[in-house]
Protein backbone atom coordinates (compact mmCIF):
# COMPACT_ATOMS: atom_id res chain seq x y z
CA UNK A 1 0.00 0.00 0.00
CA UNK A 2 1.29 3.31 -0.90
CA UNK A 3 2.09 5.66 1.76
CA UNK A 4 -0.77 8.31 0.33
CA UNK A 5 -3.27 5.80 0.51
CA UNK A 6 -2.19 4.66 4.33
CA UNK A 7 -2.52 8.53 5.41
CA UNK A 8 -5.71 8.52 4.05
CA UNK A 9 -7.04 5.42 5.73
CA UNK A 10 -5.67 6.03 9.05
CA UNK A 11 -6.43 9.54 9.06
CA UNK A 12 -10.41 8.80 8.11
CA UNK A 13 -10.43 5.66 11.00
CA UNK A 14 -8.87 8.38 13.22
CA UNK A 15 -11.38 10.78 12.93
CA UNK A 16 -14.37 8.40 12.80
CA UNK A 17 -12.97 6.50 16.37
CA UNK A 18 -12.93 10.40 17.81
CA UNK A 19 -16.92 10.97 16.49
CA UNK A 20 -17.57 7.53 17.97
CA UNK A 21 -16.11 9.23 21.48
CA UNK A 22 -18.32 12.29 20.57
CA UNK A 23 -21.44 10.16 20.14
CA UNK A 24 -20.88 7.38 22.68
CA UNK A 25 -19.40 9.27 25.52
CA UNK A 26 -19.04 13.10 25.33
CA UNK A 27 -18.17 16.15 23.02
CA UNK A 28 -16.51 17.35 25.30
CA UNK A 29 -14.31 14.27 26.06
CA UNK A 30 -14.11 14.05 22.33
CA UNK A 31 -12.48 17.65 22.25
CA UNK A 32 -10.45 17.25 24.85
CA UNK A 33 -8.81 14.22 23.31
CA UNK A 34 -8.58 16.13 19.89
CA UNK A 35 -6.75 19.18 21.33
CA UNK A 36 -4.27 17.29 23.62
CA UNK A 37 -3.44 15.22 20.31
CA UNK A 38 -2.66 18.24 18.72
CA UNK A 39 0.02 19.80 21.25
CA UNK A 40 1.69 15.70 21.08
CA UNK A 41 1.65 16.10 17.52
CA UNK A 42 3.32 19.31 17.45
CA UNK A 43 5.99 17.73 19.91
CA UNK A 44 6.29 14.60 17.53
CA UNK A 45 7.47 16.70 14.61
CA UNK A 46 10.08 18.15 16.93
CA UNK A 47 11.52 15.05 17.72
CA UNK A 48 11.05 13.69 14.32
CA UNK A 49 12.82 16.40 12.94
CA UNK A 50 16.07 15.15 14.97
CA UNK A 51 15.75 11.95 14.91
CA UNK A 52 13.64 10.66 12.03
CA UNK A 53 16.00 13.41 9.57
CA UNK A 54 19.17 13.84 11.18
CA UNK A 55 19.39 10.59 13.80
CA UNK A 56 19.92 12.73 17.04
CA UNK A 57 18.62 11.08 19.85
CA UNK A 58 16.97 13.81 22.39
CA UNK A 59 15.88 12.45 25.19
CA UNK A 60 14.92 15.87 27.08
CA UNK A 61 12.15 16.70 25.84
CA UNK A 62 10.48 16.78 29.27
CA UNK A 63 12.90 19.76 29.74
CA UNK A 64 12.34 21.82 26.37
CA UNK A 65 8.19 21.29 27.27
CA UNK A 66 8.67 22.79 30.82
CA UNK A 67 10.58 26.01 29.27
CA UNK A 68 7.67 26.48 27.36
CA UNK A 69 5.48 26.29 29.95
CA UNK A 70 7.79 28.94 32.15
CA UNK A 71 7.33 31.30 29.17
CA UNK A 72 3.50 31.32 29.85
CA UNK A 73 4.46 32.25 33.05
CA UNK A 74 7.10 35.63 32.24
CA UNK A 75 4.55 36.70 29.22
CA UNK A 76 0.87 36.14 30.57
CA UNK A 77 1.01 36.55 34.12
CA UNK A 78 1.23 40.14 36.07
CA UNK A 79 3.89 41.35 37.91
CA UNK A 80 3.85 41.05 41.62
CA UNK A 81 3.26 44.33 43.72
CA UNK A 82 6.84 45.54 45.59
CA UNK A 83 8.84 42.03 43.81
CA UNK A 84 11.31 44.47 41.30
CA UNK A 85 11.58 47.22 43.56
CA UNK A 86 12.65 44.56 46.41
CA UNK A 87 15.41 43.37 44.10
CA UNK A 88 14.55 42.12 40.73
CA UNK A 89 17.12 44.14 39.14
CA UNK A 90 19.87 42.91 41.29
CA UNK A 91 18.35 39.30 40.37
CA UNK A 92 18.77 40.31 36.73
CA UNK A 93 22.45 41.96 36.76
CA UNK A 94 23.61 38.86 38.83
CA UNK A 95 22.33 36.59 36.41
CA UNK A 96 23.40 38.68 33.69
CA UNK A 97 26.88 38.56 35.39
CA UNK A 98 27.20 35.20 35.72
CA UNK A 99 26.28 34.42 31.91
CA UNK A 100 28.74 36.90 31.05
CA UNK A 101 31.36 35.42 32.70
CA UNK A 102 30.70 31.68 31.27
CA UNK A 103 30.26 34.01 27.88
CA UNK A 104 33.63 35.45 28.50
CA UNK A 105 35.68 31.78 29.79
CA UNK A 106 34.86 30.41 26.33
CA UNK A 107 36.26 33.43 24.77
CA UNK A 108 39.34 33.21 26.95
CA UNK A 109 39.53 29.43 26.35
CA UNK A 110 39.83 29.98 22.36
CA UNK A 111 41.55 32.81 22.01
CA UNK A 112 44.60 32.03 25.07
CA UNK A 113 47.78 29.92 24.10
CA UNK A 114 48.30 28.14 27.11
CA UNK A 115 48.86 24.33 28.16
CA UNK A 116 45.46 23.49 28.06
CA UNK A 117 45.36 22.44 31.23
CA UNK A 118 45.71 25.66 32.61
CA UNK A 119 43.46 27.00 30.19
CA UNK A 120 40.72 24.63 31.98
CA UNK A 121 41.49 25.76 35.03
CA UNK A 122 42.01 29.55 34.11
CA UNK A 123 38.13 28.84 32.88
CA UNK A 124 36.72 27.04 35.79
CA UNK A 125 38.01 30.54 38.24
CA UNK A 126 36.09 32.88 36.02
CA UNK A 127 32.53 31.01 35.94
CA UNK A 128 33.31 30.20 39.87
CA UNK A 129 33.84 34.07 40.41
CA UNK A 130 30.95 34.70 38.49
CA UNK A 131 28.89 32.26 40.13
CA UNK A 132 30.09 33.57 43.52
CA UNK A 133 29.15 37.33 42.59
CA UNK A 134 25.62 36.12 41.31
CA UNK A 135 24.97 34.52 45.01
CA UNK A 136 26.56 37.73 46.70
CA UNK A 137 24.09 39.96 44.73
CA UNK A 138 20.77 37.76 44.18
CA UNK A 139 20.66 35.88 47.62
CA UNK A 140 18.81 38.62 49.13
CA UNK A 141 16.50 39.51 46.83
CA UNK A 142 15.31 36.02 46.50
CA UNK A 143 14.55 35.75 49.99
CA UNK A 144 13.04 39.25 50.01
CA UNK A 145 10.98 38.62 46.90
CA UNK A 146 9.84 35.06 48.05
CA UNK A 147 8.43 36.33 51.39
CA UNK A 148 5.67 39.10 49.30
CA UNK A 149 2.71 36.96 50.17
CA UNK A 150 3.73 33.05 49.96
CA UNK A 151 0.56 32.02 49.84
CA UNK A 152 -0.67 33.92 46.62
CA UNK A 153 2.49 35.05 44.92
CA UNK A 154 6.07 35.02 46.38
CA UNK A 155 7.51 35.34 42.67
CA UNK A 156 8.21 38.07 40.52
CA UNK A 157 5.71 37.20 38.37
CA UNK A 158 4.89 38.07 34.27
CA UNK A 159 4.57 41.03 31.71
CA UNK A 160 1.02 40.71 31.73
CA UNK A 161 0.71 40.52 27.65
CA UNK A 162 -1.36 38.62 25.77
CA UNK A 163 -0.94 34.54 26.87
CA UNK A 164 -0.44 33.38 23.16
CA UNK A 165 2.60 35.45 22.56
CA UNK A 166 4.03 33.26 25.22
CA UNK A 167 3.97 30.20 22.48
CA UNK A 168 6.67 31.68 20.10
CA UNK A 169 8.28 32.87 23.07
CA UNK A 170 8.60 29.21 24.81
CA UNK A 171 10.11 28.21 21.15
CA UNK A 172 12.62 30.59 22.09
CA UNK A 173 13.67 29.48 25.60
CA UNK A 174 14.12 26.11 24.51
CA UNK A 175 15.87 27.11 21.04
CA UNK A 176 18.17 29.21 23.54
CA UNK A 177 18.35 26.30 26.03
CA UNK A 178 19.07 24.02 22.80
CA UNK A 179 21.96 26.14 21.78
CA UNK A 180 23.88 25.77 25.31
CA UNK A 181 23.63 21.95 25.17
CA UNK A 182 24.53 20.99 21.98
CA UNK A 183 27.17 22.98 22.15
CA UNK A 184 28.21 20.84 25.22
CA UNK A 185 26.71 17.56 23.89
CA UNK A 186 26.61 17.20 20.77
CA UNK A 187 29.88 15.40 19.89
CA UNK A 188 28.87 13.08 21.95
CA UNK A 189 28.02 9.31 20.71
CA UNK A 190 24.53 8.42 20.53
CA UNK A 191 23.81 6.96 23.79
CA UNK A 192 25.70 9.07 25.60
CA UNK A 193 23.68 12.13 24.36
CA UNK A 194 20.47 10.34 25.10
CA UNK A 195 22.09 10.23 28.80
CA UNK A 196 22.90 13.65 28.41
CA UNK A 197 20.00 15.13 27.54
CA UNK A 198 17.78 13.11 30.02
CA UNK A 199 19.67 14.57 32.60
CA UNK A 200 20.02 18.42 31.28
CA UNK A 201 16.26 18.16 31.51
CA UNK A 202 15.84 17.12 34.93
CA UNK A 203 18.44 19.93 35.66
CA UNK A 204 16.23 22.07 33.94
CA UNK A 205 13.04 20.77 35.86
CA UNK A 206 15.10 20.76 39.33
CA UNK A 207 15.38 23.91 39.02
CA UNK A 208 11.24 25.16 38.62
CA UNK A 209 10.71 23.12 41.45
CA UNK A 210 13.27 24.97 43.74
CA UNK A 211 13.47 28.45 42.54
CA UNK A 212 10.35 30.06 43.65
CA UNK A 213 11.46 33.72 42.54
CA UNK A 214 10.98 32.20 39.19
CA UNK A 215 7.67 29.78 38.86
CA UNK A 216 6.59 29.10 42.58
CA UNK A 217 8.16 26.32 42.44
CA UNK A 218 5.62 23.50 43.92
CA UNK A 219 3.18 26.02 44.96
CA UNK A 220 2.26 25.78 41.10
CA UNK A 221 1.25 29.32 39.45
CA UNK A 222 -2.36 29.06 38.88
CA UNK A 223 -5.01 31.44 36.55
CA UNK A 224 -2.46 31.51 33.72
CA UNK A 225 -4.90 33.73 30.99
CA UNK A 226 -6.77 32.16 28.57
CA UNK A 227 -6.66 33.15 24.61
CA UNK A 228 -9.92 32.08 24.20
CA UNK A 229 -13.56 33.44 26.15
CA UNK A 230 -13.77 31.62 29.62
CA UNK A 231 -17.12 29.72 29.88
CA UNK A 232 -19.06 31.84 32.11
CA UNK A 233 -18.48 35.06 29.47
CA UNK A 234 -20.05 33.04 26.69
CA UNK A 235 -23.38 31.82 28.57
CA UNK A 236 -24.39 35.48 28.96
CA UNK A 237 -23.81 35.97 25.47
CA UNK A 238 -27.38 35.50 23.61
CA UNK A 239 -26.32 33.43 20.03
CA UNK A 240 -24.58 30.59 22.94
CA UNK A 241 -28.69 30.71 24.29
CA UNK A 242 -30.03 30.40 21.25
CA UNK A 243 -27.93 27.44 20.20
CA UNK A 244 -28.34 25.67 23.50
CA UNK A 245 -31.70 25.87 22.25
CA UNK A 246 -31.80 24.61 19.50
CA UNK A 247 -29.33 22.00 20.29
CA UNK A 248 -31.24 20.97 23.29
CA UNK A 249 -28.17 20.52 24.73
CA UNK A 250 -27.54 22.36 28.95
CA UNK A 251 -25.91 25.78 28.62
CA UNK A 252 -22.65 24.60 30.36
CA UNK A 253 -22.00 21.96 27.90
CA UNK A 254 -22.61 24.25 25.23
CA UNK A 255 -20.09 26.84 26.49
CA UNK A 256 -17.52 24.36 27.00
CA UNK A 257 -17.96 22.82 23.77
CA UNK A 258 -17.31 26.45 21.70
CA UNK A 259 -14.23 26.98 24.48
CA UNK A 260 -12.66 23.66 23.09
CA UNK A 261 -13.24 24.21 19.73
CA UNK A 262 -11.67 27.65 20.08
CA UNK A 263 -8.62 26.04 21.05
CA UNK A 264 -8.70 23.40 18.67
CA UNK A 265 -9.06 26.03 15.90
CA UNK A 266 -5.66 27.47 17.56
CA UNK A 267 -3.69 24.80 18.06
CA UNK A 268 -4.44 22.94 14.56
CA UNK A 269 -3.59 26.07 13.02
CA UNK A 270 -0.37 26.11 14.53
CA UNK A 271 0.43 22.40 14.03
CA UNK A 272 -0.31 22.85 10.18
CA UNK A 273 1.85 26.02 10.07
CA UNK A 274 5.02 23.68 11.38
CA UNK A 275 4.01 20.90 9.25
CA UNK A 276 4.00 23.10 6.22
CA UNK A 277 7.34 24.70 6.98
CA UNK A 278 9.06 21.22 7.90
CA UNK A 279 7.77 19.39 4.72
CA UNK A 280 9.32 22.61 2.28
CA UNK A 281 12.16 21.67 4.54
CA UNK A 282 12.47 17.62 4.37
CA UNK A 283 11.78 18.36 0.63
CA UNK A 284 14.61 20.98 0.19
CA UNK A 285 18.27 20.08 -0.87
CA UNK A 286 18.82 21.12 3.04
CA UNK A 287 16.57 18.20 3.92
CA UNK A 288 18.21 15.74 1.49
CA UNK A 289 21.55 16.68 3.47
CA UNK A 290 20.08 15.99 6.35
CA UNK A 291 19.19 12.68 5.64
CA UNK A 292 22.52 11.61 4.21
CA UNK A 293 24.72 12.82 7.38
CA UNK A 294 21.88 10.90 9.40
CA UNK A 295 22.43 7.52 6.82
CA UNK A 296 26.03 8.15 6.34
CA UNK A 297 28.04 10.62 9.04
CA UNK A 298 31.57 9.59 7.28
CA UNK A 299 30.48 10.19 3.82
CA UNK A 300 29.20 13.33 4.25
CA UNK A 301 31.90 14.34 6.49
CA UNK A 302 34.25 13.66 3.40
CA UNK A 303 32.19 15.62 1.00
CA UNK A 304 32.52 18.69 2.84
CA UNK A 305 29.62 18.77 5.72
CA UNK A 306 29.93 19.93 8.82
CA UNK A 307 28.12 17.17 10.83
CA UNK A 308 28.28 19.31 14.60
CA UNK A 309 27.02 22.52 12.98
CA UNK A 310 24.40 20.70 11.00
CA UNK A 311 23.60 18.66 14.09
CA UNK A 312 22.97 21.71 16.03
CA UNK A 313 20.62 23.35 13.93
CA UNK A 314 18.51 20.60 13.65
CA UNK A 315 18.52 20.10 17.43
CA UNK A 316 17.79 23.75 17.83
CA UNK A 317 14.98 23.94 15.39
CA UNK A 318 13.61 20.35 17.01
CA UNK A 319 13.78 21.76 20.86
CA UNK A 320 12.24 25.22 19.48
CA UNK A 321 8.96 23.05 18.20
CA UNK A 322 8.78 21.47 21.88
CA UNK A 323 8.49 24.33 23.54
CA UNK A 324 6.18 25.81 21.23
CA UNK A 325 4.07 22.79 22.10
CA UNK A 326 4.89 23.05 26.17
CA UNK A 327 3.88 26.71 26.31
CA UNK A 328 0.43 25.69 24.14
CA UNK A 329 0.14 22.63 26.66
CA UNK A 330 0.28 24.68 29.71
CA UNK A 331 -2.25 27.37 28.33
CA UNK A 332 -4.63 24.76 27.92
CA UNK A 333 -4.25 23.25 31.10
CA UNK A 334 -4.05 27.03 32.67
CA UNK A 335 -1.36 26.33 35.47
CA UNK A 336 2.33 25.67 35.35
CA UNK A 337 2.83 22.63 37.87
CA UNK A 338 6.56 21.61 37.44
CA UNK A 339 6.27 18.09 39.66
CA UNK A 340 3.50 17.41 36.68
CA UNK A 341 6.71 17.07 34.14
CA UNK A 342 7.54 13.23 34.29
CA UNK A 343 9.55 11.30 31.80
CA UNK A 344 7.42 8.77 30.95
CA UNK A 345 4.27 11.05 30.13
CA UNK A 346 6.66 14.08 28.12
CA UNK A 347 9.62 12.08 26.77
CA UNK A 348 9.15 8.07 26.10
CA UNK A 349 5.58 8.67 25.57
CA UNK A 350 6.60 11.39 22.69
CA UNK A 351 8.83 8.95 21.56
CA UNK A 352 6.46 5.70 21.38
CA UNK A 353 4.58 8.07 18.89
CA UNK A 354 7.35 8.73 16.73
CA UNK A 355 8.39 5.36 16.38
CA UNK A 356 4.81 3.80 15.72
CA UNK A 357 3.48 6.58 13.51
CA UNK A 358 7.05 6.64 11.45
CA UNK A 359 10.45 7.86 12.12
CA UNK A 360 11.01 10.34 9.46
CA UNK A 361 7.71 10.69 7.96
CA UNK A 362 6.11 13.64 9.27
CA UNK A 363 2.02 12.66 8.64
CA UNK A 364 3.44 9.28 10.32
CA UNK A 365 4.17 11.53 13.28
CA UNK A 366 0.88 12.83 13.49
CA UNK A 367 -1.06 9.52 13.19
CA UNK A 368 1.05 8.45 15.77
CA UNK A 369 0.09 11.15 18.65
CA UNK A 370 -3.25 10.57 17.50
CA UNK A 371 -3.47 6.58 18.17
CA UNK A 372 -0.88 6.68 21.50
CA UNK A 373 -2.55 9.63 23.33
CA UNK A 374 -5.88 8.06 21.94
CA UNK A 375 -5.21 5.10 23.78
CA UNK A 376 -3.48 6.75 26.60
CA UNK A 377 -6.35 8.34 27.76
CA UNK A 378 -9.02 5.39 26.90
CA UNK A 379 -6.97 2.84 28.15
CA UNK A 380 -8.68 3.39 31.42
CA UNK A 381 -12.11 3.06 30.49
CA UNK A 382 -11.11 -0.07 28.01
CA UNK A 383 -9.03 -1.83 30.86
CA UNK A 384 -12.41 -1.59 33.40
CA UNK A 385 -14.48 -3.12 30.45
CA UNK A 386 -11.77 -5.45 29.57
CA UNK A 387 -11.28 -6.78 33.33
CA UNK A 388 -15.04 -6.36 33.81
CA UNK A 389 -15.80 -8.71 31.37
CA UNK A 390 -12.87 -11.58 32.05
CA UNK A 391 -14.42 -11.81 35.54
CA UNK A 392 -17.72 -10.91 35.20
CA UNK A 393 -18.10 -14.70 36.29
CA UNK A 394 -16.88 -14.19 39.57
CA UNK A 395 -18.66 -12.96 42.79
CA UNK A 396 -18.12 -9.74 43.25
CA UNK A 397 -16.72 -10.11 47.12
CA UNK A 398 -13.63 -11.53 45.47
CA UNK A 399 -10.64 -9.92 46.35
CA UNK A 400 -8.40 -10.59 43.40
CA UNK A 401 -11.73 -8.79 41.50
CA UNK A 402 -11.72 -6.19 43.39
CA UNK A 403 -7.96 -5.59 43.27
CA UNK A 404 -8.36 -5.85 39.27
CA UNK A 405 -10.88 -3.34 39.03
CA UNK A 406 -9.30 -1.04 41.21
CA UNK A 407 -6.00 -0.84 39.24
CA UNK A 408 -7.24 -0.80 35.89
CA UNK A 409 -6.05 2.36 35.36
CA UNK A 410 -2.76 0.61 35.49
CA UNK A 411 -3.49 -1.08 32.48
CA UNK A 412 -2.32 1.93 30.33
CA UNK A 413 1.36 0.65 30.50
CA UNK A 414 0.33 -2.71 29.12
CA UNK A 415 -1.56 -1.36 26.16
CA UNK A 416 1.33 0.89 25.32
CA UNK A 417 3.64 -1.98 25.57
CA UNK A 418 1.57 -4.29 23.62
CA UNK A 419 1.20 -1.61 20.79
CA UNK A 420 4.64 -0.45 20.33
CA UNK A 421 5.42 -4.48 20.09
CA UNK A 422 2.87 -5.46 17.81
CA UNK A 423 4.30 -2.19 15.63
CA UNK A 424 8.14 -3.49 15.65
CA UNK A 425 6.83 -7.00 14.77
CA UNK A 426 4.29 -6.17 11.36
CA UNK A 427 5.69 -2.55 10.39
CA UNK A 428 9.01 -2.30 11.74
CA UNK A 429 9.27 1.43 10.23
CA UNK A 430 5.70 2.32 11.37
CA UNK A 431 2.39 3.04 10.29
CA UNK A 432 3.69 5.30 7.72
CA UNK A 433 7.18 4.94 6.65
CA UNK A 434 9.56 7.39 5.66
CA UNK A 435 9.17 7.61 1.75
CA UNK A 436 12.79 6.91 0.03
CA UNK A 437 13.56 9.75 -2.91
Known amino acids: MKNRSRIQILYFLMAIILLAVGIFQSWNVALTIFNLCLISSIMTLGINVQWGNAGIVNFGVMGFAALGGLANIIISMPPTSNAWETGGNF ?83 AAFAAFIIGKISLGLRSDYLAIATLGISEIIIYILKNEDWLSRGVKNVNGLPRPVPYEIELQSREWVLETANILKIPLPEVSSIIVKLSYSVLFLLVLLVILYLLQIAVKSPWGRMMRAIRDN ?37 GQFTPVSYQPLRYTFLIWIMVIVGGSGNNFGSIIGAFLIWFFWIQSEPLGLWLLSFITSHISDTNLIKSHLLENAAHIRLMFMGIILLVTLRFAPKGLIPEVKR
Open 297 to 333: EVSANAMGKDIKKRHLQVFIIGSAIVGIAGAMLTTLD
Open 91 to 173: IVIGLLIFVLSIIFSVFMFKRVNFNKRIKYLISFLIIFVGYFIMRLMVDSPIEQIEAIEPAKTGYLGGFNLPVIISWPVGGLL
